[in-house]
């Protein structure tokens, strides 16, 4: 039973264009999110996050987006680079619960073509 | 500042074996947890602690799986008995509390043969 879902196994976006990367979560205790990216052979890097009482959260190129109400979340990327190709992967927490282990998406292949 | 790192990068055991992995946190970050990954998949946690106690286990697959945090800094994960279907990615990570931002390291590639 996938609590993280990112139905997206992979995505190709030209340069210097928006990447939009999408994930749904289906348990309404989750009110903590968090997007990583993940190298090959590294471990994942901590780009974003956005707790639920907010619907966006902005830090340069990145943006995430949440909608409570339709359990979405996205992260948008402009402008892409190269350099972002890597699998992203969405995470949840349901932190007022007092639980703090991440719930992940199976990740989604970002690849940025120059 | 140094990050999370872990030990071996690699590890290759024939089934059946005993194998320790290592982890060393961020220095000063009080939470610690275990993850695992297997190809194609997220992360998925096996255990967390915040300093030296291990607050929940919930994750661990099974009694042959053990991790240990005697000094509330580094820990070990530990696993008996190896089988084929423990071959992984163990990652580790830390947090400076026990809630929010978790920083990961490089992982530890368990290969069991």
């Known amino acids: 039973d996938q609590q993280v879902k990112q139905n997206s196994p992979s995505l190709s976006v030209q340069e210097g264009r928006i990447s939009i990367l999408n994930c749904d979560y289906t348990?309404?205790?989750?009110?903590?999110f968090l997007w990583y990216k993940k190298y090959p052979a590294e471990g994942p890097t901590f780009l974003i996050s956005?707790?639920?009482?907010?619907d966006k959260n902005e830090d340069g190129r990145f943006t995430v987006f949440l909608n409570k109400s339709a359990k979405h979340l996205s992260l948008h990327i402009v402008p892409s680079q190269p350099g972002d190709s890597a699998v992203y992967f969405c995470a949840a927490s349901p932190l007022n619960s007092g639980n703090t282990p991440l719930v992940f998406g199976k990740g989604t292949r970002l690849s940025v073509i120059a | 500042g140094a990050g999370v790192s872990q030990t071996p990068s690699n590890k290759v055991t024939e089934k059946g074996k005993y194998v320790e992995l290592r982890c060393d946190p961020i220095s000063g970050h009080t939470a610690l947890y275990w993850y695992r990954q297997s190809l194609g998949q997220g992360p998925e946690f096996l255990i967390y602690f915040q300093g030296t106690g291990a607050a929940d286990d919930s994750g661990l697959p099974n009694d042959r799986f053990f991790a240990v945090r005697p000094e509330g800094s580094v820990s070990t994960l530990k696993i008996q008995r190896t089988e084929r279907g423990d071959s992984a990615v163990y990652l580790c990570?830390?947090?400076?509390?026990?809630?929010?931002?978790?920083?990961f390291g490089p992982g530890t590639r368990l290969t069991v043969l």
């Open positions: 990570a830390s947090s400076p509390r026990g809630w929010g931002t978790q920083y």
């Open positions: 348990n309404s205790m989750f009110d903590y």
């Open positions: 956005i707790s639920s009482i907010k």
